[in-house]
């Protein structure tokens, strides 16, 4: 693979692509991310791993090009693992305040508070080929929202590495531990090896 190749990501959500270029950035070789404008398919599936494929066949299709996609959210083992694939819906507004709110709404008086930020990364080749890997960092849910940083559930999530909130994260601190890292670094040289 010498040649520079284009691969949609296929997300709308302008945090996730700025993210995902930091993060792939170094490693990405002579992969050009380019961004999607096309539809947003329906995530009807019932794991992270299904929507993250919905998600990468939906701009595969559209685009005729390799697309790479994600679903992620948290997981919270107090709540069977809620709101997993309807955290950025989990209080139905879309805000992630309004989620925020929500979850320790729903944590107010509970003790185990252990949770995961899950990230399953998908890609979708043009011809069909596809593969799709999960990661998950562990942490807790906090009692309070601290940090202005990140994004989404950053400010309540502690990870288990630090003794801060992802949100008191540098964005350099968070893209070496998170969950998309994990993700996208595992998914990375299988589509290398498939482009090559």
């Known amino acids: 693979m010498t040649e520079a190749v284009q ?4 997300t709308h959500n302008e945090h996730k692509v700025l993210e995902l270029r930091r993060i792939l950035g ?5 992969i050009e991310l380019v961004a999607y404008d096309g539809p ?36 919270v083992d107090a709540l069977g693992g809620a709101p997993g694939i309807h955290s950025a ?3 139905g507004t879309r805000r992630s305040e309004d989620n ?28 069909g080929t596809e593969h799709v890997v999960r990661a998950e960092w562990p942490g807790r849910v ?14 309540v999530f502690r990870p ?3 003794e801060v909130s992802a949100a ?13 890292r994990r993700a996208f670094s595992a998914l990375l040289p299988w589509l290398h090896a498939h482009l090559s």
């Open 7 to 10: 691969v949609v990501l296929a």
């Open 26 to 30: 170094p490693d990405l070789g002579p």
């Open 40 to 75: 947003e398919p329906v995530e009807d599936g019932e794991t992270f791993e299904e929507n993250a494929l919905i998600k990468a066949r939906a701009a595969a299709r559209h685009t005729g090009l390799p697309a790479i996609a994600d679903d992620s959210g948290i997981a």
């Open 89 to 91: 819906r989990y209080a």
């Open 100 to 127: 925020v709110a929500l979850l320790l709404e729903r944590l107010r008086g509970v003790e185990d508070r252990r949770a995961q930020f899950v990230c399953a990364a998908a890609a979708v080749l043009p011809g």
């Open 142 to 155: 906090l009692e309070a929202p601290a940090g202005s940083g990140g994004f989404g559930y950053d400010p």
């Open 160 to 162: 288990d590495e630090v």
């Open 168 to 180: 008191e994260l540098t964005p350099e601190q968070k893209d070496a531990l998170s969950h998309r």
